[in-house]
């Protein structure tokens, strides 16, 4: 094999483990968005919703975004208080003040696990990580499929299946009695450089 059919298969190779890495992150992407919005969507149908009062407003400097916190609090069906803290985008405390109510839903067998809808919808958001993350898998292996072909003929043929240039040498016209029963045959040459190692 000469340089220039190992640096081919050496370029297939590497983009190869690139998209086993693009697959794995979508993969990965998809599989955890997916749970997430199952565990929401069970939480919301399984919890136990009540009302409760938005008790603190704090505006953090944090890197991460979002950095607004809010903290609130709720009585479960037995009537002990629960406090809980989340932290929410900018736009959601336009419209929020001290002593607010808020819709709450709270897990009946652990009540300190709680949340939000008006200060945690992220619904759309998991949809779309869900939507990217199937996008990256399918496209990834799709390449994935291709790659392998391509390195299945390398190893059979000896390259990728190189354009090159003929020349042709001769060409007949065979007639016959109407022109469905016509044809030409051209013969042309070319050098094969796939082999050539």
Known sequence: ????HRNQLQTLY??????????????FVFVRSLQKSLAQADFVNYGVATSGQVEEISHNA???YPSDEVTYSFSDSSGDTHKASTFVYPEVLKNLYLGDKIPV????????????????DDSSSM???ILIGLFVSFLSLAALIRILILIYRFKKVGCL???????????????????YDSNFL??????????SR
């Open 1 to 4: 094999m000469n340089k220039t």
């Open 62 to 64: 944090r890197d991460d």
């Open 161 to 179: 299946g190189i354009s090159t240039i003929g020349t042709v040498t001769e060409i007949k016209a065979q007639w016959g009695t109407n022109m």
């Open 105 to 120: 839903i709270y897990k009946k067998n652990n009540p300190s696990e709680s949340e939000s809808s008006l200060l945690e």
């Open 14 to 27: 590497i983009v190869f483990g690139l998209c086993v890495f693009l697959f794995l992150i979508g993969s």
């Open 127 to 129: 949809t779309t990580f």
């Open 186 to 195: 051209v013969k042309f040459q070319f050098t094969d450089i796939c082999l």
